[in-house]
């Protein structure tokens, strides 16, 4: 009787695996496959713009710019300076009285980049200088492989991509930490004070140019074997955007194989997961539109960031180009319209139990996570979503059998963060964050749930069928 009462009422939080069955596990399996073989050629924002076009080319997405007008069922999408993608699908309800359903994720993740004058050399050995970017924990990024991305531009406009360190016969890179018999100092130090952001510096040679008369020799063969390369010189290095990440690729984890253990899952497992919802999607009731962002991890701003106007942009091309365009009506279309902020939640992590709230937390494999609000010290800088748009989130998860969690980030006053939801909700969006759960969140390796990942993909493809 109790037991039956117990049943009713409480709330559920269940590991997601119990219940999967031979053919949910394959299909589990077969949509983790693909994310890692799509991370590990889309390890930054300009590579994951380029493999995400790819995709949308493929399935019958048009550039928007293409196009003269549009009707229910087109599909577009408009790519931001290569580093930021808005996809969208004209839905057969007039946009007008119904908005959009819009899912927003971001594609640059936490990384290393080069300064504007990189190269030094130092008895003997060349360096590249870098400035880290995003929230890092600095000692990690010592003492791994690490490869190079990113382009170079020359002043006559001509673009070099640069990609090396990621196949098995190309050369990596790294940054060297002090050996433990000589550290008692460094290990003296808080943890964060270990590794100094100016010592974080790239190791790339050791061969000098055979000419005494020459100082910085191995800056000079450097540079010689760069040019001859890429065809530039030093000054070019002041037009480019040059990135490091992990050069070891995204892996299935554990016996069981039920995790994925990648660099750059936050945010591009949630990238990932929605633009593929978006690929299978067909026809659709309401415009659905899918956000890859850019500089969230810095904080959103510059025009490739969700706080500029490109945004608008690409909505007011779509309401041009169906021909109802006039005064306001982008501020009323924004109104009506629902989103999922599709970004990655801090996963309990039971070693370090002690920053999270048991019962409010995030657990691996327990299914997608709603976070109500983000924001730190007395929910500061959260957009909170209404209680009546959690229902209305919370019934699409139900009425299609996706599990969820409603989770918060760490213990109150211990930290927190942010994501994009609220710049969508000052504009009048009815916005809620909805991710997967990450361990080791920033690091060079970050795990993830695939039962997790599979909810996602559930629910983005759920969302936009509303
Ligand atoms: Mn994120
Ligand atoms: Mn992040």
Same mark, same amino acid.
């Given at each position: 009787?109790?037991?039956?009462?117990?049943?009713?009422?409480?709330?559920?939080?269940?590991?997601?695996?119990?219940?999967?069955?031979?053919?949910?596990?394959?299909?589990?399996?077969?949509?983790?496959?693909?994310?890692?073989?799509?991370?590990?050629?889309?390890?930054?924002?300009?590579?994951?713009?380029?493999?995400?076009?790819?995709?949308a080319?493929?399935?019958?997405y048009?550039?928007i710019?293409?196009?003269?007008?549009l009707?229910?069922?087109d599909k577009v999408y408009f790519?931001?300076?290569?580093?930021s993608m808005y996809l969208a699908i004209i839905g057969?309800?007039?946009i007008?009285?119904h908005g959009m359903h819009i899912i927003g994720s971001?594609?640059?993740?936490?990384?290393?980049?080069?300064?504007?004058?990189?190269?030094?050399?130092?008895?003997?050995?060349?360096?590249?200088?870098?400035?880290?970017?995003?929230?890092?924990?600095?000692?990690?990024?010592?003492?791994?492989?690490?490869?190079?991305?990113?382009?170079?531009?020359?002043?006559?406009?001509?673009?070099?991509?640069?990609?090396?360190?990621?196949?098995?016969?190309?050369?990596?890179?790294?940054?060297?930490?002090?050996?433990?018999?000589?550290?008692?100092?460094?290990?003296?130090?808080?943890?964060?004070?270990?590794?100094?952001?100016?010592?974080?510096?790239?190791?790339?040679?050791?061969?000098?140019?055979?000419?005494?008369?020459?100082?910085?020799?191995?800056?000079?063969?450097?540079?010689?074997?760069?040019?001859?390369?890429?065809?530039?010189?030093?000054?070019?290095?002041?037009?480019?955007?040059?990135?490091?990440?992990?050069?070891? +690729? @995204?892996?299935? /984890? !554990?016996?069981?194989?039920?995790?994925?253990?990648?660099? &750059?899952?936050?945010? *591009?497992?949630? #990238?990932?997961?929605s633009l593929?919802a978006m690929?299978?999607l067909?026809?659709v009731?309401n415009t659905a539109v899918c956000i890859l962002s850019?500089?969230?991890?810095?904080?959103?701003?510059?025009?490739?960031?969700m706080?500029?106007?490109m945004f608008d942009?690409f909505i007011s091309e779509i309401l041009?180009?169906?021909?109802?365009?006039?005064?306001?009506?982008l501020?009323?279309i924004f109104?009506f319209s629902k989103m999922l902020s599709s970004?990655?939640?801090?996963?309990?992590?039971?070693?370090?139990?002690?920053?999270?709230?048991?019962? +409010? @937390?995030?657990? /691996? !494999?327990?299914?997608?996570?709603?976070?109500?609000?983000? &924001?730190?010290?007395? *929910?500061?800088? #959260?957009?909170?979503?209404?209680?009546?748009?959690?229902?209305?989130?919370?019934?699409?998860?139900?009425?299609?059998?996706?599990?969820?969690?409603?989770?918060?980030?760490?213990?109150?006053?211990?930290?927190?963060?942010?994501?994009i939801?609220?710049?969508l909700?000052?504009k009048?969006v009815?916005v809620?964050?909805?991710?997967?759960?990450?361990?080791?969140?920033?690091?060079?390796?970050?795990?993830?749930?695939?039962?997790?990942?599979?909810?996602?993909?559930?629910?983005y493809?759920?969302f936009w069928?509303?």
């Amino acid at each position: 009787m109790e037991e039956e009462q117990k049943e009713k009422l409480f709330a559920k939080r269940e590991e997601g695996w119990k219940k999967v069955d031979e053919k949910q596990k394959q299909e589990i399996m077969e949509i983790s496959d693909k994310y890692m073989a799509f991370l590990n050629k889309s390890k930054t924002e300009r590579e994951f713009i380029k493999s995400a076009k790819k995709l949308a080319d493929q399935n019958g997405y048009t550039d928007i710019i293409n196009k003269n007008e549009l009707k229910a069922g087109d599909k577009v999408y408009f790519i931001n300076r290569e580093k930021s993608m808005y996809l969208a699908i004209i839905g057969e309800n007039d946009i007008q009285e119904h908005g959009m359903h819009i899912i927003g994720s971001h594609v640059d993740s936490p990384r290393l980049d080069l300064k504007p004058n990189p190269l030094c050399e130092e008895t003997g050995m060349a360096y590249f200088k870098t400035h880290y970017y995003g929230g890092i924990k600095k000692y990690q990024w010592t003492t791994i492989p690490l490869s190079l991305h990113g382009v170079i531009v020359k002043t006559s406009g001509e673009k070099v991509e640069i990609n090396i360190g990621e196949n098995e016969t190309d050369p990596i890179f790294t940054i060297t930490d002090l050996l433990p018999h000589l550290a008692q100092e460094q290990m003296e130090k808080k943890l964060k004070d270990g590794i100094e952001g100016e010592n974080l510096k790239l190791l790339i040679g050791s061969n000098p140019v055979n000419d005494d008369k020459i100082q910085e020799k191995v800056k000079l063969n450097i540079l010689k074997i760069l040019n001859q390369k890429y065809g530039i010189t030093e000054a070019d290095f002041m037009s480019a955007e040059i990135e490091l990440v992990p050069a070891f +690729n @995204a892996r299935s /984890l !554990g016996f069981d194989e039920s995790m994925v253990a990648g660099y &750059g899952q936050d945010d *591009k497992v949630c #990238a990932y997961t929605s633009l593929l919802a978006m690929m299978n999607l067909d026809k659709v009731k309401n415009t659905a539109v899918c956000i890859l962002s850019d500089k969230e991890e810095i904080g959103s701003m510059g025009n490739t960031g969700m706080e500029s106007h490109m945004f608008d942009f690409f909505i007011s091309e779509i309401l041009n180009k169906l021909g109802i365009n006039k005064p306001n009506l982008l501020d009323r279309i924004f109104c009506f319209s629902k989103m999922l902020s599709s970004d990655v939640d801090a996963g309990y992590d039971p070693i370090y139990a002690s920053v999270s709230d048991s019962l +409010n @937390a995030g657990y /691996l !494999g327990k299914g997608i996570a709603l976070n109500k609000y983000t &924001g730190a010290r007395g *929910k500061s800088g #959260a957009s909170d979503a209404n209680a009546e748009y959690v229902a209305w989130v919370r019934n699409v998860l139900e009425k299609n059998d996706i599990q969820y969690q409603i989770t918060e980030l760490g213990k109150v006053d211990i930290g927190g963060g942010g994501t994009i939801a609220y710049i969508l909700a000052n504009k009048g969006v009815d916005v809620i964050d909805c991710g997967v759960p990450v361990l080791s969140m920033h690091s060079p390796y970050e795990v993830t749930n695939k039962y997790d990942i599979y909810s996602a993909y559930k629910m983005y493809e759920a969302f936009w069928k509303e």
